[in-house]
């Protein structure tokens, strides 16, 4: 539902192309770990991935269950709350374990949350938290690598400016890019594994961003 709600939704407020270096879907049973930038990226990342013929579980910060029909979404779609910095957060990681071994895919953000600054430009990953090599350690499961640019774009600044942002965004129309990159296998403890897969995101990032900026102005 989320996957083809964002597929419906995303083009109305910007110009979203997607590039990767899969043959198709992407693998059954991985783990997709994506940059965080923007409250409007996962819609974008979902898209994007929809696109490619996959609709992942999301792991997301367990507020947004208690959206009353956001969270009744998640709740349908099997999604995994994340209840951060509480004796429950390391649950997530068993629930995302479980849905691997059922071969679907999941789509974790490696920083872990928003970056604090409030211009709308779009930087490097920020520092990668644990999480995401636990996991694929725990599990064995590749990591497809997805940066995506221009979310910031629809959405960022304070809450005033980011309801500004997505209202105006049908008319400014801007250019958002996400690629996927090829699976990588995480090795090492999980500090090296962490550093590899912050690398690989950074590396797709690059690429994205690039993409995107050299997309043509809306005429």
């Known amino acids: 539902m989320l996957s ?3 597929t419906t939704l995303v083009p109305l407020l910007g110009r979203l192309t ?13 783990i997709v770990a994506a940059n965080h930038s923007s409250l409007a990226d996962p819609g974008v990342v979902l898209a994007a991935l929809h696109r ?6 999301v792991m997301a910060t367990a507020g947004l269950w208690r959206i009353p029909v956001l969270g009744r979404a998640l709740r349908d779609g099997g999604h ?11 649950d997530a990681l068993d629930t995302a374990a479980a849905a691997l071994a059922e071969s679907r895919v999941v789509l974790i953000y ?19 938290r644990t999480g995401l090599a636990r996991l694929a350690a ?11 640019c221009g979310a ?45 897969a912050h690398r690989a995101v950074t590396e797709a990032w690059r690429t994205a961003a690039a993409r995107a900026d050299a997309a043509p102005a809306r005429l």
């Open 80 to 90: 995994i709350p994340v209840h951060r910095r509480t004796a429950r957060a390391a």
């Open 110 to 128: 490696g920083e872990g949350g928003l970056p604090r600054r409030k211009d709308p430009a779009d930087t490097a990953p920020g520092t990668f």
């Open 138 to 148: 725990a599990t064995g499961a590749p990591v497809v690598p997805l940066g995506q």
């Open 52 to 57: 490619l013929g996959t609709d992942p579980v």
């Open 18 to 30: 997607v590039t990767s270096d899969l043959a198709g879907a992407v693998p059954a049973g991985s």
């Open 152 to 196: 910031r774009r629809l959405s960022s600044g304070s809450t005033a400016k980011q309801f500004a942002g997505l209202a105006t965004a049908p008319l400014r129309r801007p250019a958002l890019h996400v690629h996927v990159g090829a699976p990588v296998r995480l090795t090492g403890d999980t500090a090296a594994a962490t550093a590899a």
């Open 4 to 6: 083809r709600l964002a």
